[in-house]
């Protein structure tokens, strides 16, 4: 059941059938609501009301993953984007993969394919100890330069 759903969110869900045979289903930590056992039942909730290009305000301390819903990644202010998928090999003997509801970008069949959107602060370095003009600035996008940031927190909505 999805806890937050602020005005605007239309809800949705995507149940996928596990592989039963060899089944290693392991599910620790802060995840996003749903069920994650034998099979996986994920809720989300998605709007698109506006236009992805303009930007929307979310905390941005730490890099995070959305869901992509539409055909280009929502801007964040102060954030840049990388698209990614995550694929999930489901049961090839009569499947029960399920879904409702107003869903994120994805390829549902036998198999499950989501795709996010992975968000990260621009940080920016001085050289020479120009901080206060910006003199010599070099812009460097956080994955490549600091990988200890690589620890992500993701917000599903």
Not at 54 to 69: A, D, M, W
Not at 127 to 150: E, F, N, R
């Amino acid at each position: 059941m999805i806890i937050l759903n602020s005005t605007g969110f239309s809800e949705g869900w995507i149940k996928w059938d596990d592989e039963d045979t060899k089944n290693s289903n392991l599910a620790s930590g802060r995840r996003p609501d749903g069920t994650y056992r034998e099979d996986t039942l994920l809720y989300f909730c998605c709007r698109s009301d506006g236009s992805a290009d303009t930007p929307i305000e979310l905390p941005i301390r730490l890099p995070f993953f959305l869901l992509k819903h539409a055909s280009k990644c929502q801007a964040v202010m102060g954030m840049r984007v990388i698209e990614e998928w995550l694929f999930w090999d489901c049961e090839d003997k009569e499947n029960k993969n399920r879904w409702s509801g107003e869903l994120p970008e994805s390829l549902l069949a036998k198999d499950i394919k989501l795709f996010f959107c992975y968000y990260f602060q621009m940080w920016t370095t001085c050289q020479c100890g120009s901080t206060t003009k910006k003199l010599g600035c070099l812009a460097l996008d956080a994955p490549y330069v600091l990988p200890w940031m690589m620890m992500m927190l993701i917000y599903f909505i």
